[in-house]
Structure formats: structure tokens, C-alpha cells
């Protein structure tokens, strides 16, 4: 098969030839993006924005045991046990086997309580009953108004990393590529197949065609709309807003569970140096302007505070919402009892033979979506080769290991060089990180602005939110040549207005100081509020952590 | 630091210091410096505490207002006018004009004169440069400062530089955004004498370094080396901390061409400048100062304000006949932001502040509108006095200055200077008259 990398350029349109085009940038697109490279296929990946800005951004990084799910839906439970532990065999550098507790309190059902055995039991979870004080002795934190205390092995994931590695290996592995920035306007169809796919480069306007023998549509939330393009209306998807917030430092060593049926803040989940409080569940009509409110905030944290008290006066720096895109069963459900199964569609019925969605599901099961959209267009292909991301590991990137909370500190200790400035301080990224990042992380082909740099490392995402890294970053990049007009300052608005989205509802405490610092900084001396030059497109469908 | 002179009383026995004065400055930001230079002027003797508020995070560039009805502003005295039409509760409508400007005239006279030049203010703003190569309307300006504005303004063919280590601040930056309004602009990066590791270097430790005179004639040497046909050279504001003017004169001198600074993110010089220079003239001007210790509780009693704090040393007690609260807003503490509200940190005067939490933030940060909570603060009668619960003053002797006054917002309307200067200068004037009753 003929490929080509350079884009032909002809009356002003690009144009890309690969074997299957996957849209669609996160965790499950990049998923699909590796499992057919290690079948020696060659894919172009696209997103609209860039990896990670839907629903895998925009979670709590849990790596399910599968308990969560345990009392009502024991075929997903089933499914994030097989998975999970599939994950931490393969992937061990992207997952902390953090391990999970699931405690009730005062108030609560003790007959769920009591119950939650036997639920795990026939999902073949491994269940351990602890006394209270056992509890409180592994996780000083919790409640001394806890009745009952499990332990399960539920682990976490860092979401950003795992995408990263998954294109970069697809990379290393077909040459394969991926283009962000650029989002589907058409599909050019004959005979039953998809023949091109019009895209619009969302930074310059530019046009781009992409010619492609089979078409993936992991848009997550968004395969409904991108199915639609194709004329195919078989795809029906419940929106389901969720948000959380982020402390400063790390709360608990394990995952804590809220043990009864799932509900607004019944999780705390550590991600590395800090942990997340989550989740909202709110049904949403349209996917744009989605961001995190006090409301929303105030509901997890006075939920989060009956399991452990101490998030009372616990310092947050943000919160964040994503939307889960939930298979609309026949009979209408809500947001908590909709499944969390994903589905692949192969749209024969709706007369398409080249084109497929894979939708719904979890960042837990996102190897096995990819796993079995991996094998239809395989098969489509004539390609036999077996899956082998169950048993293939996923290697580690240098320019990828950068979102790790803590990697960037030990690593700038290890390497001893004074040279070597922290350009975040309160993430101690230092120069050479944002160096490898600019030159050869997933989407150094495309321009790399400080947005880019912050979905793939820590930078903006300490306590100051970007006030101080922003500034420093925007500077050495204009020093390196990376930026040589307006466009710099331009891009560090909007990256700091995108932050601000997430900071802005947990503003109150030790954070009020920090945002008039922030805007002392951004208005009074760099003049940023009053720039004349033109904004990106705005933040839509969520805002990542 | 043997800094705190005063008037201590017999009771010196005791572990506890007393100290009686007529008035009692509480914040060490612009409008408690500027507070503590009214009253000496008027030989009103003074105490002044608190920690050093903002002041570390100026750019040196002291606004009166900059930006007022949707645009920027070139004539801020006509802008007052524009402001007192659409916010006549914003604290610079309710004071007068001429003395708005006579209390910038006294305050930059007394910096000059202490050792750190500031240009007077005059009928027009001055459109200062950021690091950031980007303009801001402000009325007065270190000297240090001063040439690069004017060369801006006739396309004067100057080169910027930057220094190997320091970060967020890069000449490439600079000219990339300035270049449409000022084409002749060129960067160059230089090292820093005995700072050419590569390592990071912080703009105070350079400032310091440029009062050795060995220092600067190395400095001007490497800035010869690259000046080629610029007629001035600008650079990160490091031309010293202590006399500043004598400093930049003398680079002037060795490398025979003007120079200029451009300011830096924080901690910067310019604020430092100030700080220190404060921290020198106040005590040999008689003034009581306790720098860096908070004020943990004030007590009104009748015909006397009591300060409580402690330091190093144990407990210190400032007895005053009046006292101006100048705390600040919620980066020096003068404001504490609650999950149900916010409350003036020392003495829980009522803020005026948004209903709820929910309405404290817009949602487009830089939404050109500001944010409600960034205009909570308290409420003062015509002579500056903070109001209780009962719209009355919570005492005669009790005054307000600076940010910590409601209705502004000093960092989008960049008028924080110009709050805490003619603020200061009016609670002074009513902390003068009642101390002229009694």
C-alpha cells in the first residue's frame, strides 16, 4: 500500500493517504491506533483539538477493579477485573497499583454493606472485610463514623501518558502519524464506501483530505455527531457530565470508595502527588461550553467530606469536567444506570462497508474496545494478524514520560545539571523536558504552543496553575525560535484562560492570593487582557486536568 | 534590625515593648509606605507595621488609572472624569483631583529624594513597555525607566537585551510583540559577569552585583561588544538596588549610549528598590517600623487604638492615638476568601462583596469586564473611615487606604498606585484633622 507521509498539496488542499484513518484522540483512538500498528498497519490519527481533550482528559484516571460496578452491571464489573489486570501486566510504567478501599458511613445502607461480598464475588473481584480500625490504620483520614471497610485491588492510571505511549509506539512501530488540530467537515462516499474524508486544520482554516481504505470514528462523545456526517444514524449517545476536583497534595495512599450505589462524590483517587475527588453525574444536552461550577463543586466536596473530614479544609487548586458518552439503551435510562459498555458498530446496515464506531466503555476498557475494532478492520483489511496488545508491553517513550506527577523532579535530581533550569516550578519541569517535548513528543510535526506542552507534561498544573510557568515557558520558547510574532502571547491567553476554566470554581482560601497574583501578573504586567490579536478556537467538550 | 526606635515607655522591665505614637500605619504595601510619607511630612509621629505587601511584585510603574469605559486611557485626568460619571463609589471619584495630584507630586518628590528617582506626574500617561513587548498607560515611572518610552515613541533604533539564565525575560519576546509599533528594535543575549555558568540567575542578585563598580565595567564592556549602531540599549531592570539613578548613570556612562530598563516578572527589582529604600529613610526619619510582623489584634478604646503583635523579641504593643488600615487585599491578607465568604482579616469589618461564591468569578478570566470579587473590600465615609454593620464608622480614630477599599479594581483598571497613594493621602489628612481637635 502506498502512503504518504508529506501531504500532497493541490488547489490549496492537503492531502494524506494512509490504510485506516482513526478520529478521534483519545485513549480509545490511540488504543486502535496501536493495536493495528502492531499488526502492521499504518494509521492516521486526527483530532480536533489534540490528544486527550474529550472524556480521557477529563476522568479520574481509575484504573477499576471492577467493584464500582459489582452490584449493578456484573458484565462490566467482570470486564474492568479481566482488563485491569491485563493493564497492569503491559502498561506498569503508566499505572500506580495503588490498591482501594470501599467504606460506609454513618447514614449509610448497611445492608449494601453487607451485600458487597457477594456482588464482588460474582464478578470474581477479590474482596477483604476490614474491621473499621483496620481501615483507619491503612488511611488515617477516613471517618471515625466508618462501619464498614473493604479492600479491593483497584489501581490508577495516568490517562495522558498511556495516549502518549500509545502513538508513539504506533509510531515507531508503521510510521504511523498524528495530526491535530484538524476535525472532520465531510465524508466523500461511493458505492457503499467511504472514499475521502474532508478536515479542516482548526488552527489555520486550511483544508486537508485524507484518503483512506477504512475509517475509525473513536470521537468518544463526539461519534454521534461524526457518525451522522456519514449518514449513519445508528449511533445514539447520552451525554453525561461529570466533574471533580483536584487537591495540592496527595489525600490518601489507595483509592477510597463511597460503599453504596454509585452517587455524586463517592471517590477520591490519587494521581501521583495529588489526588481527585469525584464525580458529578449530570445529563447535558450538547457537548460545547462544558466547564465545572461551585455548585458542582460544593455537591462533591460536602459527599467527599462525610468519608473523610480532613477535605474540609483540604487546599484545591481545580476542578475539571468531562463528558461520558453513554450507549442510549431502548428504554430511556439516566446517567448512573446507563451502561457502561461500550459498542463497536460496523455500519453494514447503514450501507457503509469501510467505516466503523467504537463508543461508550471506559478508559479501563479501552484496550479491549481497541482489541475488537482492532480485529473487524483488520479482517476488512485481509490482515491476519493476531491482537497483541494483551500480551505485547507498551514501551516508554523519552519525549512521553513528562505527565507523571513527581517523574520531572526526580529525574531533574537524577540528571544534576544546574544548566538544566526549572521552567515550573511548583512541577519542577525543567528546560530539557519541554526541549524533547517540542522535538519529538506525539505532535511535534504540528506546531507546539505552550497548550500542547501542557497536555503533555506537568507544566500549569501545580498549585500556581500556570501563572508563573506560563510566562517562563512562552519566554524560552520565543528564545528557542519556537515563536517569532504575536503568536506567542496569544497562545499563552488562551492557555491560561483554558486553565482558568478549571481553577475558577475552586477559587476561595489559600488560592484567592495565587488567582491576584495570576492576574497582577497576566493584566498589570504583561498586558494579556488587552492584547488586539486574534483568540483560538475557544475550549470545547471539557476541560482536562 | 535594630530598626524600631519610638518612644518606649518606663515599663521596660517586662519581656513586653510599648510604644505610643499618634498614628499607626498597619501594611507595608504603596499605601502604608505612602501613608507613613503624609504623616512624616506633617510631623505626625508614626508607627508602621505589617508585612511588605505587593510591593515585591510591582513593576516600579506607579498607574492613577489606565484603563476606564472600554478603553485606554491617555489622559487619566480626564478619565477620573469619565470614571466618577459611570463609578462614583470607586474610591479615586470621591477624591478631588488636585489633590489626587498633589499627593502624586509629594509622594514621587520624597522617593526622589530618598534615593530612588521617580518622573513627576504629568498631563498625559505614559505608555510604558512590559516584558512582555506589550504597552501600559501609566503616570509616573522610575527614571531608570524612562528613556525606552520616549524612544518607542520616535522609532529610535535601540537594541534589547537579555541575560543567559534569566528567566521569563526575552529579548526575542520583546521585539517579536513590539515590532509592528517600533520596527527598529534588535536582541541580543549577554552573560552576566561571574554568572556565565548557564545556570539560572535572579535579577536582585545581579542588582546588587552592578554597584561594584568592577561589576558594571565588565557589564558595559559586554554590552559595547554587541551595541553595533543601536543608539540605546534596553535591559531587564537590574541597574541596582540602592541608588538606582547613580547606577544607571554610570553604566550610561561606560557604555556611551542611554540605557533603559524594562521590568521583570517577580520577585522584581523595582519593588525591592523601594522596599529597602523604605526600610532605610523611615527609621532616621523617626519613624517607628516594624517590618514583616502582623498585626495579630487591634483593640479600639476609648481615645486610643491598641496594636498587638510579636516578634523575634516576644510581644510588642503600639499604643495610637489613630490608626489606617492599608492591609491589602487577598495576596497580603487584608481580605480572607472563605467558601461562604469574604471577611476583612484583622477586625471583621463587613465587606461590601458579591451574593454568593458563585458570583465572584466571570467566566472568561480575561473577561475585559474584571471579576465582581475583585471589587469586594470595605466601605469608607468622605473621611476615608471604614463602616460596621450600622453604615457608621467603626471609630473616629479608625482609617482605610489602598486596595483594601471597595469598588475598584486596581489590577484592570491600573489604577493601584493611584488608589493607594490619593487614598493614603486623604486618610492622613482626616487622621491629621482629628489629631488637630484633640
Known sequence: MERSLNPVKAGGIETFETEVLIIGGGVTGTGVMRDLALRGIHCLLIDRRDLNAGASGGNHGLLHSGGRYASSDSETAAECRQEGEILKRVAPDCIDDCGGLFVAVEGDDPGFAERFPGYCDAAGIDCESLSPAEAREREPVLSDKLFAAYSIPDATVDPFRITLENVNHAQQLTDSLFLPHTGVEGFEIEDGAITGVLCRNTKTGGMRRILARQVVNAAGAWAMDVARRAGCSDVRLLYSKGTLIISNTRVTDRVINRLRPPGDGDILVPGGTVSLLGTTSDNVDDLEDIRPTVAEVERVLVEGTAMMPCLETTRFIRAFSGVRPLLLAQNGADGRSASRGFTLFDHQDQGLENFATVTGGKLTTFRLMAEKTGDLVAGRLGNSQPCKTATEPLPSGNAVRWTEPGFAPRFWYRRNDPTDMILCECEMVPQSAVDSIIESAPGAEAEMSLQAIGVRSRVGKGSCQGAFCSIRVTSHLYDRGVYDSEQGLNSMRDFLSGRFKGVQPVLWGEQMPQIELSEALHCSLMGLDQLGGKADEPEKGGTDR | ?438
Request: net charge neutral; proline share 6%.
Open chain 2, 1 to 438: 534590625m535594630s530598626l524600631k526606635k519610638g518612644v518606649p515607655t518606663a515599663d521596660m522591665g517586662r519581656d513586653e515593648r510599648h510604644y505610643s505614637t499618634e498614628l499607626a500605619v498597619i501594611g507595608s504595601g504603596l499605601a502604608g509606605f505612602a501613608a507613613s510619607v503624609f504623616a512624616l511630612s506633617r510631623g505626625i509621629t508614626c508607627a508602621q507595621v505589617g508585612n511588605t505587601g505587593a510591593v515585591a511584585y510591582t513593576t516600579g510603574y506607579f498607574d492613577l488609572l489606565g484603563y476606564c469605559q472600554d478603553q485606554w486611557l491617555d489622559d487619566p485626568w480626564r478619565g477620573l472624569e469619565l470614571l466618577r460619571e459611570s463609578e462614583p463609589h470607586h474610591p479615586l471619584s470621591r477624591i478631588d483631583r488636585k489633590e489626587i495630584r498633589a499627593a502624586f507630586d509629594q509622594f514621587t518628590v520624597a522617593l526622589t529624594e530618598m534615593g530612588v528617582g521617580y518622573t513627576a506626574p504629568a498631563d498625559r500617561n505614559h505608555f510604558a513597555l512590559t516584558p512582555a513587548g506589550t504597552v501600559k498607560p501609566t503616570l509616573s515611572v522610575p527614571e531608570t525607566m524612562l528613556s525606552g518610552i520616549e524612544a518607542r515613541k520616535v522609532n529610535a533604533r535601540t537594541l534589547v537585551i537579555d541575560i543567559l539564565g534569566l528567566q521569563g525575560f526575552s529579548a526575542k519576546e520583546f521585539v517579536a510583540n513590539m515590532r509592528s509599533s517600533w520596527p527598529q528594535l534588535s536582541a541580543a543575549k549577554l552573560s552576566f559577569p561571574d554568572m556565565e555558568s548557564g545556570g539560572q540567575v535572579f535579577p536582585e542578585v545581579m542588582a546588587r552585583a552592578l554597584e561594584v563598580s568592577s561589576n558594571r565595567e565588565r557589564f558595559a564592556e559586554r554590552i559595547k561588544a554587541v551595541l553595533g549602531d543601536a543608539q540605546l540599549v534596553g535591559m531587564p531592570a537590574i541597574m541596582g538596588v540602592h541608588h538606582p539613578d547613580r547606577v544607571h548613570a554610570e553604566l550610561q556612562r561606560l557604555v556611551g549610549v542611554p540605557l533603559f530598563e524594562i521590568p521583570t516578572m517577580p520577585p522584581a527589582v523595582p519593588g525591592i528598590r523601594l522596599r529597602e529604600m523604605f526600610e532605610q529613610a523611615f527609621p532616621a526619619k523617626g519613624l517607628t517600623l516594624v517590618p514583616q510582623q502582623k498585626v495579630k489584634r487591634l483593640e479600639l478604646e476609648a481615645g486610643r487604638v491598641m496594636l498587638y503583635l510579636r516578634d523575634s523579641f516576644g510581644e510588642m504593643v503600639i499604643e495610637s492615638k489613630t490608626a489606617i488600615l492599608a492591609t491589602g487585599r487577598f495576596l497580603s491578607g487584608g481580605l480572607k476568601a472563605e467558601r461562604v465568604g469574604v471577611r476583612e482579616a484583622l477586625m471583621g469589618i463587613p465587606v461590601i462583596q458579591p451574593g454568593s461564591r458563585a458570583d465572584w468569578y466571570r467566566q472568561d478570566y480575561f473577561d475585559p469586564l474584571g471579576h465582581p470579587v475583585n471589587r469586594s473590600g470595605v466601605e469608607v465615609d468622605s473621611r476615608f473611615r471604614p463602616l460596621g454593620p450600622d453604615g457608621e464608622p467603626v471609630s473616629d480614630r479608625l482609617f482605610a487606604a489602598g486596595i483594601l477599599l471597595a469598588h475598584q479594581d486596581w489590577v484592570r483598571q491600573r489604577c493601584g498606585a493611584g488608589v493607594a497613594i490619593a487614598s493614603a493621602y486623604k486618610a492622613v489628612e482626616a487622621a491629621a484633622r482629628l489629631l488637630q481637635e484633640q
